[in-house]
């Protein structure tokens, strides 16, 4: 009998060691429930938020910039047509000169003298005409008489006809001796600066010396500059107007410091032909200088622009993204999911970009908190109250 009861009392001892333990873990059992219901109680996270501004439409001037050079409308080499010893060089290097003015002065005696020498003959052909206009009218009153033969008065007729062609070739000796004589004088045969001289008194000069200075007109003055033939159709599309008119365009420069040219320009000339290689024209434009700030091959910035600002669509050039597929922008809907818009952008003005295609006015664009966004997400405009627990957003559907 002791020994059965010892044995049942060693089986109880397991048993309650299983009620402490489960004693023991019930509570904390409890508690890891508990929290796992509260923790899925919870609320969810709260959606990015992200800055918007709405796509307004401003005034803006189109503009297109362009690489130019200047160009002076007319440059002259001056050159001697005789030869002789230069006597006066008549101007300051650098200097502005007129036209007429007098440059250089070749020596003149020998000239002077082959216009003397050519006079003589001419006076001297026109004696012997008179002479033999006289001997064909004496002939020519015996022969009525015929108390000469006509031969004789054949005769006299061709004297006279020599002689009013001796007359004439004289007279154009003395008119090319007086043309070579005027050569001394070398004039200015247009307004502009005249540059370095070639050669200075003394020196001997005649047509095989080559340029002895240039001039080179001021004002006004070319700028030229080329244009591709898409950049061409872009600019014809923007100036065309519902009505049909154009929108009228100045041409503005802006030199190598920066700094805008203060006188706009008038573009009057396009290339009839496309340059194959860059497939461009060439366009000109003209401009005052009368400060000559503008210099004959210069480098510019050339500034096709509007003159009058036109109703465009812009928005914040922060907002304005890339990718392979072109550019784009993010757009908050009005049931605050984000959008992707593909747009075409046209010029920028200052820090906004006009858009030409793919957004409207009042679109709520993302320009804060692009980068922590997709397409299709939720978001919280910044600014607006949070949306409260159970409530939809504005404009989300049943």
Known sequence: MSMRTVGLAGAAAPARMRLLAAAILMPLLLAACGEKKAASDAAPPPPPSVGVTPAVVKGVSQAYDFVGRIKAINTVQLRA?????????????????????????????????????????????????????????????????????????????AALESAKATVL??????????????YTDIKAPIDGRIGLTAYTEGNLV?????????????????????????????????????????????????????????????????DPQVDQTTDTLTMRA???????QLIDGQFVTVVIKERKEQPRLVVPQ?????????????????????????????????????????????????????????????VQISGEAPEQPGKKPPGAGG
Not at 169 to 182: K, Y
């Open 286 to 292: 003209t401009l005052p200088n009368p400060e000559r």
């Open 169 to 182: 070739q004289t007279q154009a000796a003395l008119t090319q001796a007086l043309v070579n004589l005027s």
């Open 81 to 157: 047509r005789v030869e002789g010893f230069l006597e006066k060089v008549l101007f300051r290097e650098g200097d502005d000169v007129k036209t007429g003015q007098l440059l250089y002065q070749i020596e003149k005696d020998q000239l002077q003298a082959q216009v003397d020498q050519a006079k003589a003959n001419v006076a001297a052909a026109q004696a012997t005409e008179v002479n033999a206009q006289l001997q064909y009218d004496r002939s020519v009153a015996l022969a009525r008489n015929q108390n000469i033969p006509q031969a004789t008065v054949d005769q006299n007729r």
């Open 318 to 378: 922060a907002a304005l993204q890339v990718d392979q597929a072109g550019y784009y922008v993010l757009v908050v809907a009005p049931d605050h999911k984000v959008e992707q818009r593909r747009v075409t952008t046209g010029p920028t003005q200052d820090t906004d970009i006009v858009i030409q295609g793919g957004l409207k006015e009042g679109d709520q664009v993302i320009v804060e908190g692009v980068q922590k966004v997709r397409p299709g997400q939720v």
């Open 206 to 270: 005649n047509p095989a010396s080559g340029v002895l200075d240039t001039i080179v007109s001021q004002d006004p003055i070319y700028v030229l500059f080329p244009v591709s033939v898409r950049q061409l159709e872009d600019i014809r599309a923007a100036r065309q107007q519902e009505n049909g008119s154009l929108i009228k365009i100045e041409i503005l420069v802006r030199l190598a410091s920066g700094k805008d040219y203060p006188h706009p320009g008038v573009w009057n000339y396009t």
